[in-house]
C-alpha cells in the first residue's frame, strides 16, 4: 500500500479545523450564552444538556451502525461527513439566533435546537474519526496521521478561546447577542468549507470486504460490549473529557467571577492553546523515545500540576497574568498528550476488535467516542449549571465568599480527581501496548494474507 500523501493527510486535517470550530463555539460560549446574555435558567441549561445527551446514548451508536452498513461509490465515510456539515452548519446558525419569544416558547426553541445540534453533529463527527483505520494500516504511519487532525482541531480552539470573545464584541458593536449570531454564521461558513477540502481530496484506502454482513442494532450492542479494551478505553476517555469539558465549561466564569478579569480568559486559552498544539507534535517523537505508555502518564500528571498552580495562583496572585499563562500551558501540554494518545488507541481498538471478534466496525467503535465527547460535555454543562445554582451564582454580579469558594472546587478540584480516576483505569486495564500489541498485528496481516488467497 502507497504511503499517504501530504495533500491526503493535510486535507483531512483541514477537516478537523472546520469541525472543531464549530464544536468549540458551542462548548466555550454556549452556556454563557444561554444563561448571560439571553437570560436562561443555568440550572435549566445544565439539565438540558445532560438530557440531551441520554438520547445520544441510542442516537449515537446507530449512526455507527448506519455508517458501516454504508456501501457508496464514495465510500462509507464521506457521504455522511458531508451531510452532516450541512445540516450541523444550519443548525448552529439558528442555535446562536434569539428568537422574538419569552418564557416557555424561548426555552423550547434553545431545547430543539441544542438537541438538533447534538444529532447533526453526530451524522458529521462518527464518519469522520471512523477514517482514520480506513486511511493506512501502518503503525507508524497512523500515529502520524491521527496527530494531524488534533493539531487542526487544537488550533481551532486556540482561535475560539483566545480570539473569540473580542469577535464577538467586534461583531455585535455593542449587541452581545448580534455579535454571538454573526460569529455562528462565519463558523458554519467555515465548517462547510473546511469539510469540502476533506471530502475532495481523502479516499479509504484499508476497504471494507465486499461480503461483509450489515449489522443490527443488537449486534452493534454487543460489539461494543464484547470488546473489552473499547469498555477500558470508555473509562479512559471519559475520565479524558471530564477532565476537560468541566474547566473548558467553567473557565469563562472563573475568570470573570473568581479572579475578577474577564481579559485573562483570553490569556490562559492562549497559552493553554499553544501547549495543546505543542503536546500533539511532540507525541511522535516522544511516542518513538519512551513509549506510549510513558507519554500516557506524562498527559495524566502535567494536567493535575496545571491545577494546583491554577490554584495556588488564585490565591497568591489571582490576577497574574504569567501564573495563569503557565497553568494553562502546564494543563494543555498534558491535554496533548492524552488527545493525540487517545486517537491513536481508538484506531488500536478496532484492530483489536477484529483480532478478537474478527469483524472491522471503525464507525461504532468511533461511535463510542463521539458519544464520550458529548457525553462528558453533557456531564459537565449540568455539573456547571446545577452546580452554579446551587453555590448562589448570580449572572453580572459580585459573588459571594461561599459562591467563589464552590466555583473553584468545580474548576479545579473536580478535574484533578478525574484525572487520577482515568490514569488508574489505563494502568490497570489497558493492554494494547508493546509486545502484544505487535503480535496482534502480525496476527492480523497473516488473516489478511489468507483472506486474499481465497
Not at 62 to 87: C, E, H, Q, Y
Not at 127 to 152: D, G, H, N
Not at 252 to 266: A, D, H, M, R
Not at 300 to 308: E, Q, T, V, W
Request: with cysteine; glycine share 8%.
Amino acid at each position: 500500500m502507497n504511503k499517504l500523501t501530504f495533500r491526503e493527510k493535510y486535507s483531512y486535517g483541514i477537516g478537523a479545523l472546520g469541525k472543531d470550530l464549530a464544536y468549540a463555539i458551542v462548548s466555550t460560549y454556549l452556556m454563557v450564552y444561554f444563561t448571560d446574555a439571553v437570560g436562561l435558567n443555568p440550572a435549566f441549561v445544565g439539565t438540558l444538556f445532560l438530557v440531551a445527551r441520554l438520547w445520544d446514548a441510542v442516537n449515537d451508536p446507530a449512526m455507527g451502525m448506519l455508517v458501516d452498513n454504508t456501501r457508496s461509490k464514495f465510500g462509507k465515510f464521506r457521504p455522511w461527513i458531508f451531510i452532516g456539515t450541512v445540516l450541523n452548519a444550519l443548525v448552529i446558525v439558528f442555535l446562536f439566533r434569539k428568537p422574538d419569544l419569552e418564557g416557555l416558547p424561548l426555552y423550547a426553541y434553545f431545547s430543539i435546537m441544542y438537541i438538533l445540534w447534538g444529532m447533526t453533529y453526530t451524522i458529521m463527527d462518527i464518519p469522520y474519526w471512523s477514517m482514520i483505520p480506513s486511511l493506512t494500516s501502518s503503525k507508524e504511519e497512523r500515529e502520524q496521521v491521527a496527530v494531524i487532525p488534533r493539531i487542526f482541531a487544537s488550533t481551532a480552539w486556540l482561535i475560539m478561546g483566545t480570539f473569540g470573545l473580542s469577535i464577538i464584541k467586534k461583531l455585535g458593536n455593542g449587541n452581545v447577542v448580534k455579535g454571538y449570531s454573526a460569529f455562528a454564521v462565519v463558523i458554519a461558513v467555515v465548517f462547510v468549507i473546511a469539510t469540502i477540502i476533506t471530502c475532495l481530496n481523502v479516499k479509504e484506502r484499508v476497504e471494507t470486504p465486499k461480503n461483509a454482513e450489515k449489522v443490527s442494532f443488537k449486534q452493534t450492542l454487543n460489539i461494543i460490549r464484547k470488546n473489552d479494551q473499547l469498555v477500558v478505553f470508555i473509562g479512559i476517555v471519559l475520565g479524558m473529557n471530564l477532565i476537560m469539558q468541566i474547566s473548558g465549561s467553567m473557565a469563562i466564569y472563573y475568570f470573570t467571577y473568581v479572579v475578577g478579569k474577564e481579559s485573562l480568559f483570553s490569556v490562559y486559552q492562549a497559552f493553554a492553546g499553544i501547549a495543546e498544539i505543542s503536546g500533539l507534535v511532540l507525541l511522535p517523537i516522544l511516542t518513538k523515545k519512551i513509549g506510549r505508555e510513558d507519554v500516557f502518564k506524562f498527559g495524566s500528571i502535567l494536567p493535575i500540576a496545571g491545577f494546583l498552580l491554577l490554584f495556588v495562583a488564585g490565591i497568591v496572585a489571582p490576577q497574574n497574568a504569567l501564573f495563569i499563562g503557565m497553568a494553562g500551558a502546564i494543563l494543555k501540554l498534558g491535554s496533548g498528550f492524552l488527545l493525540g494518545s487517545t486517537t491513536i488507541m481508538l484506531a488500536d481498538v478496532v484492530d483489536y476488535g477484529e483480532f478478537k471478534l474478527g469483524t472491522r466496525n471503525e464507525s461504532i467503535v468511533f461511535s463510542v467516542q463521539t458519544l464520550l465527547v458529548k457525553g462528558a460535555s453533557a456531564v459537565a454543562g449540568w455539573l456547571v449549571g446545577v452546580g452554579l445554582s446551587l453555590v448562589g451564582y448570580v449572572a453580572g454580579e459580585a459573588q459571594s465568599a461561599t459562591t467563589i469558594l464552590g466555583m473553584r472546587v468545580i474548576m479545579i478540584w473536580i478535574p484533578i480527581v478525574c484525572a487520577v480516576v482515568m490514569y488508574a483505569i489505563y494502568k490497570s486495564k489497558y493492554k494494547i501496548n508493546g509486545k502484544f500489541h505487535d503480535e496482534m498485528l502480525v496476527e492480523l496481516e497473516k488473516r489478511k494474507k489468507v483472506n486474499d488467497a481465497i
